[in-house]
C-alpha cells in the first residue's frame, strides 16, 4: 500500500481543519454529548419505580395508623370529659340540689381529680350566675349572653356542646385558653322548674399536647378542623395562619373522609383525615411525600453520588478538551476588552480552531473600520461645528451693525459733532476687539472692554438716559470666553429693558469665577416680564406666553434672536451644561446669567482650534 506523501498529508489536514469536524461547535457538541448520554443512562439503569410506589404505600398505611391512633386518643379524651360533665350533672343538678356548702365540697373535689378542668359555672337563661368554682367574681363587661357556648346550649336544648377554643374572659384575673362544654339543664328549684346553662371550661392545653406529640416526618404535622363551619379548632403553626403566611385546604378535608394526595404551594402533600365521634371535629394529618418516602430518599443520595462521579469525570474530561479550545477565545477577549477601554490599534493573530480564525479576522477587520471611520467622523462634526459656529456668528454681527450705524446717523442728522466722534471712535476701537485677529476666543477683559464701549455708544445714542457699571475679578479678566457674548445681552436690556422705562435706568455687568465655573452676569432695573415668558426666551415660543395687551417689553419683536443664537455658540462649544439663563418680573428688571468653563486666557490659543 503506497503511503501518503507529506503534501498530500498536508493538503488533508487542511481540508480536515477547514471541515465542520473541527469546528468548535462539533467538538464540544459530540464529547459532551457522549459523556451525559452515560450519565443518564446510568441514572435510567438504577432508577426502580417500583421502589418508590412501594414506599408511596408504606407512607400512606404509616400516616393513616398515627392519625387513627390520635383520632381514638382523642374520642377517648372526649368521653372522658363528657362523663364528667354527666357526673356534675346527676349528682348536682339532680333535683335542684345545686346550692350550699355540701354541693362546693363536691364540685372542689371534682375539680380535683382531673388538672385540665379550668372552672365550672352554673348561669341562668338570662345570664346570672348562680354558681362557679373556683369562686371567682364575674367581669362587669362580661357579655355571657351573648358567648357562643351559652348561644349553642339555648339553641339545641339536652345536648352537649363543644365550643372552638377560645380565651376565658368571664372572671377577673387570668386569660386561660379554654375549650367550652354547655348545655341547658331544666331543674327544680323550690317546687319550679327552673332552666340553667351549665358550663364547664376544660384547658386546651391537654388537646394541644395531644396533637403535638404526633410525628409524621421531619416536617409533617397534623391540625384539627370544625365540621360544621370549618374552622380551624387546632394548627401547631396557628399564628402563621392568622397572619396569612401560611394556609391549608379545608374545603378538601370538609368533604373528604380518608387519605388523598394533594399539592398545595408546590408541594405533594399525604392529607389523612379522621373524624371524632361526638364532638364535630375532624383531624387532618398532613405528611410531605418527599419526606415520608425515605426508600426513594436513599435510592437518590445514591443516585446523586452516581452522577457527582460521572460529572467528576466529565469536568476532568472536559477541561483537557476546552483547554486548547478557550486559550484562543481568552485571547479574543482580552483585545476586545482593549478595544472597550479605546484601544483601537490592536491585531489579533489568525490561528486556533476554525471559528476562532474566522472570528479574529472578522474581529480585525471590524477594528481597521471603526478606525477609519472615527477618523471620518471627527473630520465631519469638527467642519459641521466650524460652518454653525460661522453662521451664528454672521447673524450676530450684522444684527450690531445695523443698529450701531442707525444711531450715528441719527446723531449726525442733530449736528451733535462731539458725541458723533466719540460714538465712532468707541465704534473704531469696538470693531478691533471684535476682529480679533480671526480669533473664536478671546479675553474676558477684552469682552468686557467690549461690552464697555458698546455701552458708550448706547449711552449717547439714548441721551444717557441710563447709567452703567463694570465690575470684574483679576481671576475672571484672566479667562478666556466666546467673543461677542455680552454685546446682545447689553442690546437686549437697553432696547427691550429700558427703552420703555419711565425712571433712569442702570446696567451692571459683573465677571467671577466660582467652582471653576465663569460667571458673566448682566443685570438691569427695565421693565422687566413675567417668569413663564422669560423661559420660553430660548425656546422660540414667546408669542405663546405672552398676553396681546401687554405693553412693549422685552419679548418684542426681535429680541429672542441673537439671545438665542449666544446661547446656541455657547453649547456648541462647551456642551450642553453650559448657556444662559433668565432671572426677571414685571417691573423688577432682568438677570441674564452666563456661564462657561473657567479658561486661563494665558494659555496659547490655537487660532485654528474649531468646536
Not at 145 to 165: E, I, K, M, N, Y
Not at 320 to 339: C, D, G, H, N, W
Not at 355 to 363: A, C, G, I, K, M
Request: one cysteine or more.
Amino acid at each position: 500500500m503506497k503511503r501518503p506523501t507529506l503534501k498530500e498529508a498536508a493538503r488533508f489536514k487542511e481540508r480536515v481543519r477547514h471541515s465542520r469536524v473541527s469546528s468548535i461547535q462539533s467538538i464540544v457538541t459530540w464529547s459532551f454529548s457522549v459523556m451525559i448520554v452515560i450519565a443518564i443512562g446510568t441514572v435510567a439503569f438504577l432508577l426502580h419505580d417500583k421502589f418508590s410506589a412501594s414506599a408511596e404505600r408504606s407512607a400512606f398505611t404509616s400516616s393513616s395508623q398515627i392519625v387513627d391512633q390520635v383520632s381514638y386518643n382523642l374520642e377517648d379524651y372526649v368521653r372522658g370529659l363528657s362523663s364528667f360533665y354527666r357526673a356534675i350533672e346527676q349528682n348536682l343538678l339532680d333535683k335542684g340540689r345545686w346550692d350550699g356548702s355540701e354541693v362546693d365540697t363536691q364540685l372542689d373535689t371534682l375539680m380535683g381529680s382531673r388538672d385540665d378542668i379550668v372552672s365550672i359555672a352554673l348561669f341562668a337563661e338570662d345570664g346570672t350566675l348562680l354558681k362557679n368554682r373556683p369562686a371567682a367574681e364575674l367581669r362587669p363587661s362580661a357579655n355571657v349572653t351573648g358567648q357562643g357556648w351559652f348561644q349553642a346550649a339555648l339553641r339545641v336544648p339536652d345536648h352537649l356542646g363543644f365550643s372552638l377554643p377560645h380565651i376565658q374572659n368571664l372572671y377577673k384575673g387570668g386569660y386561660p385558653w379554654v375549650v367550652s362544654m354547655s348545655k341547658r339543664v331544666t331543674v327544680q328549684q323550690d317546687g319550679q322548674a327552673q332552666e340553667v346553662i351549665l358550663l364547664v371550661d376544660i384547658n386546651f392545653k391537654q388537646i394541644d399536647e395531644l396533637c403535638s406529640r404526633i410525628s409524621l416526618g421531619r416536617q409533617g404535622y397534623a391540625y384539627i378542623i370544625d365540621e360544621g363551619a370549618g374552622n380551624i379548632v387546632y394548627h401547631p403553626q396557628q399564628q402563621l395562619i392568622y397572619m396569612g403566611l401560611k394556609r391549608e385546604n379545608v374545603e378538601g378535608a370538609l368533604v373528604s373522609s380518608g387519605d388523598y394526595v394533594e399539592e398545595l404551594d408546590g408541594e405533594r402533600r399525604l392529607v389523612t383525615v379522621k373524624s371524632v365521634a361526638n364532638i364535630g371535629w375532624k383531624i387532618v394529618g398532613v405528611s410531605y411525600l418527599d419526606e415520608l418516602l425515605t426508600t426513594r430518599e436513599e435510592v437518590n443520595r445514591y443516585l446523586v453520588r452516581v452522577v457527582a462521579a460521572s460529572l467528576v469525570l466529565v469536568l476532568l474530561f472536559g477541561m483537557l478538551l476546552a483547554r486548547s479550545i478557550i486559550r484562543p477565545l481568552k485571547r479574543v477577549e482580552k483585545m476586545m476588552r482593549s478595544v472597550e477601554r479605546g484601544q483601537f490599534d490592536v491585531e489579533l493573530p489568525v490561528e486556533g480552531p476554525l471559528e476562532v480564525e474566522r472570528l479574529s479576522r472578522r474581529f480585525n477587520l471590524m477594528v481597521h473600520k471603526i478606525r477609519q471611520l472615527m477618523g471620518q467622523i471627527v473630520l465631519e462634526q469638527e467642519s459641521k461645528r466650524r460652518h454653525e459656529l460661522e453662521a451664528l456668528q454672521a447673524q450676530i454681527n450684522p444684527h450690531f451693525l445695523y443698529n450701531t450705524l442707525n444711531s450715528v446717523v441719527r446723531m449726525a442728522a442733530m449736528s451733535r459733532g462731539e458725541e458723533v466722534v466719540t460714538m465712532i471712535t468707541s465704534l473704531s476701537k469696538l470693531f478691533r476687539i471684535s476682529l480679533s485677529q480671526g480669533r473664536t476666543l478671546i479675553s474676558v477683559k477684552d469682552e468686557l472692554e467690549h461690552a464697555h464701549h458698546y455701552l458708550t455708544i448706547q449711552q449717547l445714542r439714548f441721551g444717557r438716559k441710563f447709567t452703567f457699571a463694570i465690575r470684574a475679578t483679576e481671576e475672571a479678566e484672566r479667562c478666556r470666553t466666546l467673543k461677542l457674548v455680552l454685546q446682545p445681552l447689553l442690546e437686549n436690556a437697553i432696547e427691550h429693558g429700558l427703552e420703555y422705562s419711565a425712571d433712569e435706568g442702570r446696567i451692571e455687568v459683573q465677571a467671577f469665577v466660582e467652582d471653576g465655573v465663569l460667571t458673566l452676569l448682566v443685570e438691569d432695573n427695565g421693565a422687566g416680564m413675567a417668569p413663564e415668558a422669560a423661559a420660553l426666551l430660548l425656546s422660540g415660543e414667546r408669542g405663546s406666553a405672552e398676553a396681546p395687551e401687554r405693553r412693549p417689553s422685552r419679548t418684542g419683536k426681535g429680541s429672542g434672536v441673537a439671545l438665542r443664537n449666544i446661547h446656541d455658540r455657547i453649547r456648541l462649544y462647551y456642551g450642553a451644561a453650559y448657556g444662559l439663563e433668565f432671572r426677571s418680573e414685571l417691573e423688577e428688571g432682568m438677570t441674564v446669567t452666563v456661564r462657561i468653563p473657567a479658561e486661563a486666557a494665558e494659555e496659547e490659543i490655537d487660532d485654528e482650534k474649531q468646536p
